[in-house]
């Protein structure tokens, strides 16, 4: 199982910007395991094997009132047919924007077999039973409306995107400080999807991001950034992460994220060291250097794609960096109250070149 310190590093540069929620259901599955087709950046091109059916759906926001604040309610399911032995999982989260930044928390876990079905035409119906017990239910159904044949994200091949009508019911209880946000016969109004990846070959972009390590790893708040830049654009995002694992039937991960947009990190080549600073108040606070990182080459430009864009990616990885702060790393939150993390330890980062093929 990857560290809950590798979770940012397994972003892609756009899924993290475009769909907050989904990208932090896939951060919740791959720490899980589970995560291969749903947005996880890998090193080499994730290529579809015969025999394999897979069918994604990725549900609209919807939202929701509780706790004196209004949340965004967005699911994932994944569904997987290799040869006639059928796997689910799903990734469930809320989100809403607060002090400048943005709380979400999501859970991912494994389905029963039996949860989740698929027709030829990608009509899906999921009824999660007890297999989420006792964080959530939900029984939703879509009905596809029209398709297309997409080759955006696909270095070679394609997939199919179904656009339909999300319907049905859920529950949550999140566990924290007693929100709990349900909803029944509802229908989800913006755009619901079905992806069959069919042929699709997958090389998503990585980011440039750095981690700081805490302990005990699996429910100490970690600090974790990440970054995109090309001739004209920058995009960075800093975080406080918590991962929580709870009890249930099929053992359900809690990612608790915390994150604000901020200015790149500075990286200074003669030492290997990363500076990050983030603002004096708001969801997140605190300045801290990464130094003396041992750089170590991922070996040589790849292509990557995202959005129907080619870009050539290299990578170097400086890991074993000494973590420490100059200014605390908190974050202010709804529902955790503020989370501190520890002023020392070990980190990693990587910086990510992409240049426009």
Request: charged letters at 15%.
């Amino acid at each position: 199982m990857p560290s809950p310190q590798k979770v940012s590093s397994a972003r892609t540069v756009f899924s993290r910007f475009r769909r907050a929620g989904l990208a932090l259901a896939a951060s919740c599955l791959a720490l899980a395991g589970l995560g291969a087709s749903m947005g996880v950046a890998s090193a080499s091109p994730a290529t579809r094997l015969s025999g394999v059916v897979s069918y994604d759906l990725a549900s609209s926001e919807l939202y929701l009132n509780g706790g004196g604040h209004r949340w965004g309610f967005e699911v994932t399911i994944e569904y997987d047919n290799i040869d006639g032995s059928v796997s689910s999982s799903t990734g469930f989260g809320i989100s809403t924007s607060y002090l400048g930044g943005l709380e979400s928390h999501a859970w991912g876990g494994k389905l029963a077999a039996s949860d989740v079905s698929v027709s030829p035409s990608a009509g899906m119906t999921a009824d999660s039973g007890s297999s989420l017990s006792p964080v959530a239910s939900f029984n939703l159904t879509f009905t596809p409306t029209s398709h297309k044949t997409v080759t955006s994200d696909c270095l070679t091949g394609s997939e199919r995107v179904y656009t339909g009508s999300l319907k049905g019911s859920f529950k949550l209880t999140t566990g924290l400080k007693g929100l709990k946000l349900s909803a029944s016969h509802v229908s989800f109004g913006g755009d619901n999807t079905v992806t069959e990846f069919n042929t699709c070959n997958l090389a998503p972009c990585q980011l440039s991001s750095w981690d700081a390590s805490s302990n005990p790893a699996s429910t100490a708040p970690f600090a974790t950034g990440d970054t995109f830049e090309e001739p004209g654009v920058s995009l960075s995002h800093a975080s406080i992460d918590r991962v929580v694992y709870l009890h249930g039937p099929h053992g359900l991960i809690r990612l608790d994220d915390y994150s604000i947009k901020n200015r790149a990190p500075s990286f200074t080549k003669s030492s290997d060291t990363l500076s990050v600073t983030t603002s004096s108040s708001g969801l997140i606070t605190g300045a801290a250097t990464l130094a003396h990182g041992k750089p170590a080459s991922e070996g040589p430009a790849r292509t990557c794609k995202e959005d129907g864009k080619e870009y050539s990616l290299s990578v170097v990885a400086y890991n074993g960096a000494r973590y420490e702060q100059s200014v605390p790393f908190e974050a202010h939150t709804i529902l955790t109250g503020i989370l501190k993390v520890h002023p020392t330890g070990a980190a990693d980062f990587q910086i990510v070149t992409l240049k426009k093929k």
